[in-house]
Every structure is written in structure tokens, then in C-alpha cells.
């Protein structure tokens, strides 16, 4: 089945499962929408968090690309920086409010884990994910349901969904969750609903988004995560580019090149930040130690890159990318020597962030993990959070990989129902986590700080702030990371401080001599991600109900 | 040893550390940092009666139009300020309030009326003129009172071109808590530290009761927590700073394209030191609701952000003199508006801490009416 719209006046056919993202990068083009300063941008996190992929459909501004479904005969235009203020077309949404036992956030290993097990514990159970088709980032499926699984990882991702939805958990897919309140209660909208959802219980498996290399070059279209061209081609068998950079930190990278070389991509580098494994023999044990299976899998896959023909780069940091002609430039180091490489398309990932905006308004108390640079959220033996009722599983606590969410979205879905935990749930815990532990130190490199950064990189992708701006305004010894973004409009745009805050509250500690906690990000706020005027209007049915 | 301690760095204390620096003065700015008031502020010019402080305190309504002229007189003295900083973004292209229902454009009819007789440059829109003037609002509004004295300024500018202007004549900023002060010949400001000084200058707003106390003045200061919206960028076309004559709005549109959307509706005040005025459900849903029935325009926008601030409106009147007669110690609260009052209550203030000649009369705001 494909599909037929128009983007700037130009016919686009696709795949009729395809997102708008998907399509335009299938047809060549890069750039989607124009900032305040006509710099142009394209798909980058993949996810619906950054923001920057926005199209106007039909008129209506504000669409992200990367969460659109394409409909047959829609107009997509390029997104002008200041879109006219045309009152949208009607849309009816029905505002329902909902009062399940347990409510699970984020549809992944972690969610549909926990979904699962709450549910046979005997709970009435909803479930809700952004996606159309569930799974998450780790188990991210094709977005063509008929389509065979790529490989065992999409077929156990496949496999979690079909035993969520035969347990009979509520699965509500494509739906977005904007705001959360004290209950707990959560706000969120679907294309036909918007929701007021108060649970006896709540479990947040929210999952975790990537930290991007903040270097000069790194908002142009074309440059996006490791994550979002995964995305491309697992969900949409869309290529982000034929020649593909990789630059990175963790396994991860690795896998993607993998994955993108069998799609037909060229990789022309793959470049990790990491030094060789074989210098670091004692993790690579550890790690083989407390998990067989996955280490081998680790290895085969880099056996299977070798095949194809693509090494390794260790020791390796990208420093600028550059437009050439319709390519990229990349300038890089490679075990301190300089070096450059022209691609289509360039992936960046150094680690991850836990997208723990829910927790944080909903006030669960969180700590500082030097090691991976985030906040954690602090949690009692059975993943419940300091905020009773309410339970956090998988990579939005902190980072722990996949298997680890799974088990802890077993260890919360029992508990939330009053059932007991099983010891062989917290033995496989513990062994999780010690090959996570195992990866990393393998894994582990010594990346850039931020204030490293050269003066014309933007910090703020979204107002565009540089560098040089920050470093000005950091001259006024502001007080505060808020003083700071008053000042500069650093983290008041539209991804509300998803990239710029780690880095910038990070440089703010470092000069002011004080630990990262909490306070240092910016303080959250609701909408969680920016929400419809139309949403809102529909949801103010929900407050004739008392709150 | 400094001339002149002003407790409370934001818009208010601020102007008046200007005018003193500017005058040669050594100023020390002390301030405790919740950042709720000018530092949350969304930059409305007020002139005309707001219909949100007439309904929520009525019995306060004469205070509040007997303090007009000092409303005129604040909206000269930004403009003064916006020279001086060199461009916050002012626009002086006046308010609208808005009228659904004959009862609404009568009321306005009154209120326009008695604003005339303060010298407000006042005037009701019937349903033609008002949308010929503001194509962008819903069929549903059928007149307005328009006041051209209205407008509206970046405060994010303004707040940072403040700080610049302060650093640049030397003024000394310090981070405390002021917790109680000693009138005298040398008065004495007490927090972790002690601060002397030839005069002292309150101008913390919902700070203030609790240091009026022991000045002899029965002063309460309660802070009304305001709710905020701000919604992504479009086409710069809202101009005017629009209210509602019965229902709680301001609605207005920054240069950069953005809608800043409050008036009045409620959020929670902080509880612990470090945190942050609260959001509340029912706010964020029913003010930006109302905003997009009366322009619908906007409801191709996504909100980005909401946030709360602290207004103090104390007794809808400003607070502006001595502690008592001969004292070094000082008060300058706007009551009400504080943004839009704060210069023009600081700069009147400050002179009379330094012997100048206010900017306007100050007896109608003496402190003494706190006298318990």
C-alpha cells in the first residue's frame, strides 16, 4: 500500500505505515523547517522530543515530521519560523477521564513488562506509548505490522506486545502524555482523545532520549542521533542517507552501522570515543562472565561489520561538521590525529539522558550519577520512587539497558498490585546490572566537556544561542541555572531544555565549585512537551469533575 | 559602610539603585533570590482599571483608582527607562478590554468614564472599530474599552539591560535574607550578615510585611501566586495588550512572535525556600482555553511553557516614603502591578531617601496609613 501527499508543491509517494520524516528522507530531502535566523533543520532525535523536524500539514504549523503519519493527498510544506496565526481547522477531541488500578507511561521493555505482570497479577491495567505500534526504542518495531521482524531483537519486541495485549492490558497507542499533576494525575492526548487519567497506581517507563556531540555543525540538516536513523530504517526501512559517519560511544553505534550496512548504506566511518576493547581485557572478561549470550552477540555483530568491510575507529571525536555542496564534512580526531570524512548523513550518540520530566514534577527525589552524567531517581527495592504510588522502571531512572528494564518492569508491575517479588527477579537484576557496569567500563571514555565547546557552537539549538553567548552571560556570575536562562533564553525553546540543560547545568556546577543535584537542571515544568491549543480547549470539559 | 541598602533586587529596587548610583551615590543591593516577582514577570504596561483586581477586591476599588495619575506617571517613567537601557522592547500601542455582553460594555462604559476624569486616554470600540482594529479576535467579542496609555515591554531585555546598567555604575549586589532592621540615624539591616548604611530601602514586596513589623507599621504583604502560559513563535499581529472586562486574561504577543498568556489565575505558593511557585491543573486548562475562544488565531500554536510569579497587590495603592517621620528607613512597594509601577515607585522612593525632588507628589502613599 503506499501513499501520495505533496511537500512544497513536489509529489512524495510511500509506504502507507510511513511518517512524514520517514517520506521526505526517503525522497532525498534533508531540510524540513526554517529557525529565526532562516538556518535550515531536519529530522534529529527521531523520538519527538527535539522539536526540529516541524512541518506545516494542511496549513496547520507545528507538526512533527517525525511523529506524523502520512495521509493520503496532505499538503506538507516547509515550516516558516513564524508561522501565521490561522485558526485551525476543527478538530474534535474527546475528553475522557480514566481511573485505572495501574497506569503504565512508555510502551518499551521496561512499560510493557510492567503492564504484563500487573495485569496478571490480577490489576486493570492502561498503557500508554507515543508510538503507533509499541515497543520502544530498544525493541523498536516496523511500523508495517505485516512486515517480517529484521532480527530476533524485533521479534521479541513483537513477541512483549502480543502477550501485553492478549493479558488484556489497555494499550492506548499514539498517545502523548503533556502534563502530570499531583495525584498522581496525567494529562495526554491521542488523535481522537485527550485524557485525564488518575491511577491507583503509576509506573513511569518513560525510556531515555540521546546526548548528541555539541559541536559546530551539529543542528544541520542531515546530522541527527544514532537513535533517529535507527528509527528510519527499523520502523520505516528508510536509509538516513547512502553514506553514512557514525560517531558515538557504546555499543550502540556499533549496532546501528551494523544494521544500516545490511540495509545498503556505506558506512564511511565509524568512529567510537572509546579506546580498543583489547586494552581493557578485565571489562571485556567481566563482561563475558555476567553475560554470555549478550557479549557474543556483541562480537558477532562486530564480525559482521568487519565482513562487510567497516573497522572500528577507536580513540575518535568529531570537532565540526560543515555543509559541502548537498554532502557533510566532518572534521574529526582519531587517536589525536586530524582527519575529515564527506557523508550524507552523520549520527551522533554519546550516552543517554533519562527523560524523567514526570517524575520530576510529580517530585520523586532524584541524585546525581557522576558516571553517566544524569539524574537518578531514587527507588526502594521494588522500583517504587520517594513519591508513594508512583514506580519508575528501565532507563528513565538512569540508564541500565534493556534487560535490566524488563526485570525491573516485573519487579514494579507485581509490587503495584500487592504482589510479592520473586528472588530469581532480583538475582537477574543483579546480574544485569553487573554486565551494564562491565559494558561501560569498556565502553568508557573520556569525552569533551561542554564548555569546551567552540564559540560559535549553538548550545541552545532551539533559540540558537551560542557558545559565546553562554560564556558572555556566564561573566555576570548569574546565580542560578534559571538567572542563567533568563538571561540568555538558553532552554526556552521548544525541546524545553532536553540538550542544552545536562550540559549547561553541568558548567554552572563546575564554576560555582558545587555538587549536581536536582536543582541544578532547569525546574520542570508542565506541558512536558509542547501541547496543542486544541488539546487544552478539550480537556477544559475534564474540569467540571472535581480535580 | 554603604549610603544606601535596598532590600530586593528586582524592577523596583533596581530603578531606584540607578537613580542613586546616577546621583553618586555607593548602593548595595540585597536580595534573597526566590526570583518570583520581576525576574517572572510577562512585561504588561498596565494603565486602566484591571477588571481582575476589582473582582477579587472590591472593597479596594477606590485605592485603586485613586492611584491612577501614578499609573500615567509609570508608563513615562518606562519609557524614560527603555531610553536610558537602550531599547527593552517597549510599545505603547495601547490595551483592549474586552466586552462579550451589553452588561460587560456598560461596565466598561463606567469604568471608561471615571478613567477619563483621571486623564486616561480612553476610548469604547463598538463591534466595526474593534475588529476593524483587531482582525484577529472571535466574532464573539462585540466591544472593548481601548486605553492608549497600555503596552508592554520585553522583560527578559529589560531585566538584563537593568543588571548591565546597575554593573556598569558600580552598585553591589549581594545574596541574603533579610530578616529584620534597625531604624536609626544608621539604620542596620539584619540577615546572616549585618548591613549598615546612611538609609535603607524596602523594596521587597511580599517580603516587606514581615520587616514592617518592627518598624511600628501594620503592613501585610501576602503574595498572590499568578499563573503564566507562553506558547512557540507566530506572525506578529496581536499588538495591543488585551484583557476581558468579567472573565481573567491578559493575552498579549512578544516581537519574537511568541503569546504570553495569564490574567489573574491562580497557582501555588512555594513552600520550601529553593522551590518555585506552583502550577495548577485547572489554571493551565481554563486560561489558555479562554485565550484561544478569544483569538482563535492562536490555537495553531502549541504552548510551550507555563510558569507562576508573585504579585503583591497589598492594598491596591503603592507604599511610598519613611517608616515614620525623620526615618532613614524607606518603603517602596507598587501595591498591584509591580512591574508596571516599580520604576516610577523606586525612582520617587529613592529620592526622598536622598533629598531630591520626587518625580510626583508622594504624600497620598505615605506609609503612614500602616501606622498601628
Known sequence: MTRRFTFDG??????????VAAALTAAGHRAFRQTDTEAKRGIFCGMGVCQDCLVTVDGQPNQRACMTPVREGMKVETQVARPPLTPPAPRSLTPKRLTPEVLVIGGGAGGLSAAIAARDAGAEVVLLDERKVPGGQYFKQSADTQKAPLDPQQSEGRELQRRAREAGVTLLSQTEVWGAFDGPEIMATSPEAVYAIAPDRLIVATGAYERPAMIPGWTLPGVMTVGAAQTLWRSYRTLPGKRVALFGNGPLVAQVAQELTAGGAEIVVLAEAAPAPATRPFA???????????TRKGFTMLARLRRYGVRVTHDALPHAIHAQNSALMVEYSARGRPAQVEADAVLLNYGFQPSNEILRLLGCDMTYDARFDHLRVTRSSTCETTVPGVYAVGDCCGLGGAPAAMVEGHIAGRAATGASSRPDDDSALRRHRGFQDALWRLYSARLPLPEEAAPETHICRCEEVTKAQLDAALTDDPTDIGALKRATRIGMGRCQGRYCAPAVAGIMARRQGLPLEDLSYFAPRVPIKPVDIAAITAAEALLDDPE | MTDLLIIGGGITGQVAALVAAEAGARVTIVDAQRNAGSHANAGSLHVQMQSRFLRL???????????????????????????????VELTREGGLMLAETPAQLEFLHEKAGREARKGLDVEILNRDALHALAPWLSEQI???????????????????KMRAALDALGVRHVHDRITGIEDGPHPVAHGARAYAADAILIAAAWGAGALAGRL???LS????PLHMNITEAGEYRIHHLVQHAERPITLKQFRSGQVVIGGGWEARTATADRQAPGIRKTSLLGNVALAAQIAPGIGGLRVLRTWAGYNTPVDGKSTIGPASHGSRVFFALPGDAGYTLGPITGRTAVSLALGLTPPVDPAPYAPARWRA
Open chain 2, 221 to 224: 504583604t501576602p503574595p498572590e
Open chain 2, 142 to 160: 462585540a466591544g472593548a474599552e481601548l486605553c492608549r496609555n497600555e503596552g508592554k515591554l520585553n522583560p527578559l531585555v529589560a531585566n538584563r
Open chain 1, 284 to 294: 571485556a572478561l567481566d563482561m563475558a562472565r555476567r553475560d554470555t549470550g549478550l
Open chain 1, 10 to 19: 513536489q509529489e512524495i509517494t510511500c509506504a502507507s505505515t510511513d511518517v
Open chain 2, 216 to 218: 511600628g507599621l501594620n
Open chain 2, 57 to 87: 477586591n472590591p472593597h479596594l476599588a477606590d485605592n485603586l483608582e485613586s492611584s491612577l495619575p501614578l499609573y500615567l506617571a509609570a508608563v513615562g517613567e518606562w519609557e524614560a527607562l527603555d531610553a536610558r537601557l537602550g531599547g
